[in-house]
């Protein structure tokens, strides 16, 4: 496998204060194969939105950079679609116009007014959400809402699908339907996909490698694990699978033993993580 369609490459970032810069992020360095599904994990406010941001050309880097298929990027464009934890859908706009707007940007020259309208449309049920076109945002769930948001990006067709804790304000039973279809879709159409979560099951689930960052400040990327999980996955099946109890003991062991000491500093994820995963609640991050 080529490891050279994205490539973060040496980044790191310093944010200014009052007194002395901040430094989030050093020598930060991922190479990600077209159509690979990436999660990054790590303890609260150790830098994985500052990563995303900057692969989305949202914030600069201080140093190194972010190079998509051999081009350097350094602001945001429609070949990097982000989905964040909070939709942001325009709410004076109904489901059909959130995404057709989002289309129009990218394909007013390229497609027709029927083609728009159908490409809209076939977005919206590929996230299950076409019986609901006419819908605005605040007359949907949560969990639709972000359907609708993901079916924006999908339709925007990106090289790259960034999404920051899509499912992390969700029920859990909203986020495993979510998370099904996104495997789903992304078996269909090999999205290259980065994505954020806090939640260690769903990133064994959905990962074909899992990204592990460290602590900040200068946080870096601490261990990478392969998930060598066959696909399609089943998430009931893999419950009692060892392998990928395995994985998911992995995960813990970074996040809870080595990287431990601003689990305790952070009021983040560590007791309801450590709990065995049919007791555990969902938690905002
Ligand atoms: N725009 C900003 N200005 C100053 N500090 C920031 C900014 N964005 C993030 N930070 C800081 O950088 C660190 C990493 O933040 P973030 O990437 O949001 O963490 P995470 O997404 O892992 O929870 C935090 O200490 C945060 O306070
Ligand atoms: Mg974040």
Not at 8 to 34: H, W
Not at 100 to 105: D, G, H, Q, T
Not at 116 to 130: A, K, Q
Not at 207 to 228: C, F, H, K, Q, Y
Request: charged share 25%; net charge negative; with cysteine.
């Amino acid at each position: 496998m080529q490891r050279n369609y994205l490539k973060v490459s040496q980044v790191g970032i310093e944010f200014p204060t009052d007194g002395e810069p901040f430094r989030a992020l050093q020598n930060v360095n991922l190479s990600i194969a077209k159509g690979e599904f990436i999660s990054l994990i790590g303890h609260s406010g150790c830098g994985k939105s500052t990563v995303l941001n900057i692969i989305a050309g949202l914030y600069q880097a201080s140093e190194g950079g972010i190079i998509l298929e051999g081009r350097e990027v350094d602001e945001p464009g429609p070949d990097r679609a982000v989905v964040f934890q909070n939709h942001a859908l325009l709410p004076w706009l109904s489901v059909y116009q959130n995404v057709e707007l989002a289309v129009k940007c990218v394909f007013k020259h390229s497609k027709t007014k029927a083609e728009i309208r159908e490409w809209v449309e076939h977005n919206l049920s590929l996230v299950h959400m076409d019986h609901a076109l006419h819908k605005r945002p605040g007359e949907i769930s949560g969990g639709m809402k972000q359907r609708v948001g993901i079916a924006r990006c999908l339709a925007m067709q990106p090289k790259v699908l960034l999404m920051d804790e899509p499912f992390g304000a969700l029920d859990a039973l909203t986020r495993a339907h979510l998370q099904d279809s996104l495997m789903d879709i992304q078996n269909e159409l090999g999205n290259t996909v980065v994505m954020i979560t806090h939640d260690v099951d769903e990133a064994v689930l959905l990962s074909d490698r899992i990204v592990m960052m460290t602590n900040g400040p200068a946080a870096s990327i601490g261990e990478i694990l392969d998930i060598d999980l066959p696909r399609p996955r089943d998430r009931l099946a893999l419950a009692e699978d060892v392998q990928y109890n395995a994985y998911r003991q992995q995960v813990l062991r970074f996040l809870y033993e080595k990287q431990k000491n601003s689990a305790k500093k952070s009021a983040s994820i560590a007791p309801a993580e450590l709990l065995p995963s049919s007791s555990k609640k969902s938690v905002a991050a």
